[in-house]
């Protein structure tokens, strides 16, 4: 059984800080790797992907990816009281098409 | 709207009724799936389709279960005899080959 694992959280970061968010998954196998904000009631939001090891910035964004250590993180800069949400980690097979998700972690940003 | 479209939003039937679901998929992507979520949790896999064909479908699909694609277009997913835990919100999400996928608006079903 392929697992993604999470943290629930919450995690409580006050404004302006780094939140900082973490997955793991079980399959070496995989490929690529996604991090979805969802807010209560919404759908999925993609925010970041990654297909190789290292670092990907985008704006306030940033995952990172250990294919090693089987480990994803997204951390997010400057974090503001709209970004209090679900974070999804996703995980990709080879071909991509069928996404493996964690359970998510409460991200709650303190005015 | 170009995204992914799902009608219903909400979905309000009795127990042993029969429920339809569409998704209108982003034009270009020739890649649709439909993923279940349950409150606390994150998404899981239903079924995927390439074009029309329907390539996986998911354990967690019983046979109260069918999805079609006709044409490659637009996806129905039918729920026959609904039982209460079949309460989730049902997502769509569509893809453009192996690139990321965006999902739709979800549809939320509750059975009473």
């Known amino acids: 059984q392929k697992e993604v694992e999470q943290n629930s959280g919450p995690l409580s970061v006050p404004e302006g800080a780094i939140a900082s968010l973490n997955c793991t998954y079980s399959?070496?196998?995989?490929?690529?790797f996604f991090w979805y904000r969802q807010y209560s009631g919404k759908s999925p939001e993609l925010i970041m992907f990654i297909y190789s090891n290292g670092d990907k910035e985008d704006g306030r964004f940033t995952a990172q990816l250990n294919k090693a250590s089987q480990y994803v993180s997204l951390l997010i800069r400057d974090s503001q009281p709209s970004d209090s949400a679900t974070y999804l980690c996703?995980?990709?097979?080879?071909?991509?098409?069928?996404?493996?998700f964690g359970s998510g972690t409460r991200l709650l940003v303190r005015p | 709207d170009t995204g992914v479209s799902q009608d219903p939003r909400h979905k309000i039937t009795k127990r042993g009724q029969n429920v339809t679901f569409r998704c209108d998929p982003i034009?270009?992507?020739?890649?649709l799936y439909w993923y279940r979520q349950t409150l606390g949790q994150g998404p899981e896999f239903l079924t995927y389709f390439q074009n029309e064909a329907q390539l996986e479908k998911s354990r967690l699909l019983s046979d109260r279960f069918s999805a079609e694609r006709p044409k490659g277009s637009f996806s129905t997913l039918e729920i026959q005899r609904t039982e209460q835990g079949d309460s989730a919100m049902y997502l769509c999400a569509s893809s453009l080959a192996a690139d990321e996928a965006f999902f739709g608006q979800g549809t939320r079903l509750t059975v009473v």
């Open positions: 399959d070496r196998g995989s490929q690529s």
């Open positions: 034009s270009e992507h020739n890649r």
């Open positions: 996703a995980v990709g097979e080879d071909s991509s098409y069928k996404l493996i």
